[in-house]
């Protein structure tokens, strides 16, 4: 992991777990750029928020998702690496350019892991999302 | 299952199947809140449809779910546990509380599976959905 | 795959890979109506594409997702079969017909790999995509 530091992994806001690993697959549920238990941002790209203030929010999801993965995992050992990531970015009807966010997750996950970080991605504009999140991030991943 | 008693599967709406499984990853096509061959709500959450009526196609759209995996999987023999649900839901602009929509689908599959039951969730907030249903629910499952 | 030739795989718009394969289980990123490495159609269904331009839409995004699976398969040697497809699909404010859309690339997928093109599958509708795409179709796979 060399110089970064994962947060304490989010608690869920419903019936569900932070992550699941069943025959060699997990799934973690959606990430929101929640840091010390609240979310940083809030509202829609391109509105409410400038592109820095989306690529620091992806940042701050990233790394919830990253920790949450650290936890289930047994400190990464058990990963066998990143499948896909999809992104949910809350975004104003001209702003078109959801790659350019979804990057800032995508590197770190690279530098965080090399290539087991490696990973498929699907973008997506969505008008809100819950808690008036600006993205929420979705990660599947294998395990040896 | 105690109590719950299953609706039959409803059909895919297209050249798809309802439910397909490879190498222990099963994937169910997304439900709909679909009862005796008809939606029963339509229109978004916070306009058309209030809290309590998301609830309720929620509930629906759950029992189609678990049937749809309850007939993949040999009334649940070859059911290893759950692995994501997906909540899609047609909501106003206003509208944020997702995760209360989907707790009732979460809360029904733990009561239907107990610890198989146990997944990992996204929610989200669309516009619209297909047939103009309120919500879609999309869960995978790990088979034995 | 008889009379279907297959494009060349498109490029990723970022830090991920087209395709990732683990443990037997493979997702392709996702694939947009991009033809000769440029979008072919842009913006919303019942807006600026008719019905007609969205199954043509979905048909090019359809044999990007094949050109993707067949690269990453030995050329389909190594492909099981397809688990679900998801169509996000930029939809104006009345049209509820994704399924008559997505239909093209389940029909395509059942004509060039018979069983193993079986499928589960989702719809969404969406205010838009990224790069102003008129849709976006997100492919998962089992291998052997």
């Known amino acids: 992991m060399g110089r970064l530091t994962l947060p304490p992994p989010p608690r869920p806001v419903g019936a569900y777990e932070p992550?699941?690993?069943?025959?060699?697959?997990?799934?973690?549920?959606?990430?929101?750029?929640?840091?010390?238990?609240?979310?940083?941002f809030r509202g829609r790209i391109g509105q409410a928020l400038?592109?820095?203030?989306?690529?620091?929010?992806?940042?701050?999801?990233?790394?919830?998702?990253?920790?949450?993965?650290?936890?289930?995992?047994?400190?990464?050992?058990?990963?066998?690496?990143?499948?896909?990531?999809?992104?949910?970015?809350?975004?104003?009807?001209?702003?078109f350019d959801q790659p350019t966010v979804l990057d800032v997750a995508s590197e770190l996950f690279l530098e965080a892991l090399g290539p087991r970080g490696a990973h498929a991605r699907t973008a997506f504009a969505v008008p809100h999302l819950p808690l008036n999140a600006p993205l929420e991030l979705c990660v599947s991943f294998a395990t040896v």
């Open 19 to 40: 992550v699941v690993v069943r025959r060699g697959v997990g799934f973690v549920s959606g990430q929101f750029p929640i840091e010390n238990g609240s979310l940083r």
């Open 50 to 95: 400038s592109l820095e203030d989306a690529r620091e929010a992806c940042r701050i999801a990233g790394l919830n998702a990253l920790s949450q993965i650290n936890a289930a995992t047994d400190g990464f050992n058990t990963l066998e690496g990143l499948l896909r990531i999809d992104g949910y970015i809350a975004s104003s009807d001209d702003f």
